[in-house]
């Protein structure tokens, strides 16, 4: 049994921190909406008024917040100067590489070990405990991460030192993007072929055509294994977030000066189609704005 500071309750971290309560830690968790600290609550947590409140006496903090800003304030003003030397902190958050290896910066200098340790998977994985972790720390500090996240995780893959769970993170979203972009465009030119859309899936998830995105995360309603296109394309992975992912793939290439014309692609595509006001809407939905039909989202 550990004592664990939760700071971040919304979609993934509700999940999250009722899971490590679940295995019998004791939580302390803190958000700034009231509502999400009642929800903890309900789940075996304890709320607490402050972000400080929550890692005082913590052995691990787990943070998962929106983006690199929030984590960068939220351990300079809160957890670095609050929390018990020593105690192992994990951010779980997808943020910039920059913030992850600067927030690991200043954690090191005041005595902390600190881990970047986004994950894949979303609002079902987190409230199911399978999420997979990406993490980014020292060898000799993995062991101990690892074991931290385990009530949370499906996977726990260490991706390297400081900020490279973050570059798996964002590598591996430009691949689903750019992947999900491609079969949804195969499909459309299929239909225009004639071409029936289950026997096109059987063929291309059998076929050098296969990927996640089409064995997995079929885009075409009714074809393949249940996904959110089964439900008006509802739940799942948001365009927002894949748009949210993709812009920091494109930072961190414009920064690293490695060249993604894949990417950028794929960026400007899903910042169309959000402004279209499809970012609540799943990222597989593109398949219907491919197809010339929009309006069937609606
Ligand atoms: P969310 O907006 O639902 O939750 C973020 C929570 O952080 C909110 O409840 C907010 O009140 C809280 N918060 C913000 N600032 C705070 C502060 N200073 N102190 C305490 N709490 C604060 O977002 P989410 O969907 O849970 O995503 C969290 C992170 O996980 C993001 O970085 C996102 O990119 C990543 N992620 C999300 C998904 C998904 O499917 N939702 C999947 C993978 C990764």
């Given at each position: 049994m550990s004592r664990i500071g939760f700071i971040g309750l919304g979609h993934m971290g509700s999940g999250m921190a009722t899971n490590q309560a679940k295995a019998q830690h004791v939580v302390k968790a803190f958000d700034l909406s009231a509502e999400a600290l009642q929800r903890a609550e309900a789940n075996g947590c304890h709320p607490v008024a402050s972000a400080a409140d929550a890692v005082k006496d913590a052995e691990i903090v787990i943070t998962m917040l929106p983006a690199g800003s929030h984590v960068r304030s939220v351990y300079e003003t809160e957890v670095l100067p609050n929390a018990p030397r020593g105690a192992l902190l994990i951010d779980c958050s997808t943020i910039d590489v920059d913030s992850a290896r600067a927030v690991a910066g200043k954690a090191a200098e005041a005595g902390f070990t600190f881990a970047d340790a986004p994950v894949s998977g979303g609002i079902m994985a987190a409230e199911a405990g399978t999420l997979t972790f990406m993490v980014g720390c020292a060898d000799d500090q993995y062991e101990a991460v690892r074991a931290a996240l385990g009530p949370m995780a499906k996977a726990v893959v260490h991706?390297?030192?400081?900020g490279a769970g973050q570059a798996a993170k964002i590598c591996n979203n430009m691949v689903l993007g750019v992947t999900m972009l491609g079969v949804c465009e195969a499909f459309a030119l299929g239909e225009r072929l004639g071409l029936d859309p289950e026997r096109f899936f059987e063929i291309a998830s059998r076929s050098s055509g296969s990927s996640w995105s089409i064995?997995?995360?079929?885009?075409?309603?009714?074809?393949?294994?249940?996904?959110p296109a089964d439900n008006?394309?509802?739940?799942?992975?948001l365009t927002a977030l894949m748009l949210k992912d993709l812009k920091l793939a494109q930072e961190a290439a414009a920064r690293s000066g490695a060249a993604t014309p894949m990417g950028a692609q794929a960026e400007a595509l899903y910042a169309l189609f959000d402004r279209m006001?499809?970012?609540?809407?799943?990222?597989?939905?593109?398949l219907q704005w491919m197809r010339g039909q929009p309006q069937v989202l609606n």
């Open positions: 991706a390297g030192a400081a064995n997995t995360y079929c885009p075409w309603p009714g074809v393949g294994p249940k996904t008006n394309y509802e739940g799942g992975f006001g499809y970012g609540g809407k799943d990222f597989s939905a593109v």
